[in-house]
């Protein structure tokens, strides 16, 4: 069974820092986009970064951009997502996702783009 299992989150003080992991199994990531997207309560899901793990192209979204790293293992079979500078509206349930689709530079914002999707982790910011 293909699976993504996420993890990191939890409670930071603003200015801080977290690292989201995104764990596949069932899988492997060679070849496969991953996309980090979010959603806080009472708000649309957005699509915070994706990378390419072929050839490690990322993308962010203007919210996150000089903040957010994201970065893939391949042998751990893993894709990270590095937050600095946290504020406290980046407090949301981060989730990762996985799709095999061409055209990720154009459609990583799109989640019905995507194939697989972890359960989610907690990031909570606070002032």
């Known amino acids: 069974e293909r699976q993504l299992v996420e993890s990191g989150g939890g409670l930071v003080q603003a200015g801080g820092s977290l690292r989201l992991a995104c764990v596949a199994s069932g899988f492997s990531l060679d070849d496969w986009a991953i996309a980090w997207f979010r959603q806080a309560p009472g708000k649309e899901r957005e699509g915070v970064s994706s990378v390419s793990t072929s050839d490690g192209t990322s993308y962010y979204s203007d919210s996150v951009k000089g903040r957010f790293t994201v970065s893939s293992d391949n042998v751990k079979n893993t894709v990270y997502l590095q937050m600095n500078s946290l504020k406290p509206e980046d407090t949301a349930v981060y989730s990762c996702?996985?799709?095999?689709?061409?055209?990720?530079?154009?459609?990583?914002?799109?989640?019905?783009?995507?194939?697989?999707w972890g359960q989610g982790t907690q990031v909570t910011v606070s002032t």
């Open positions: 996702g996985a799709t095999l689709k061409p055209g990720l530079k154009e459609t990583w914002t799109d989640d019905s783009y995507y194939f697989y």
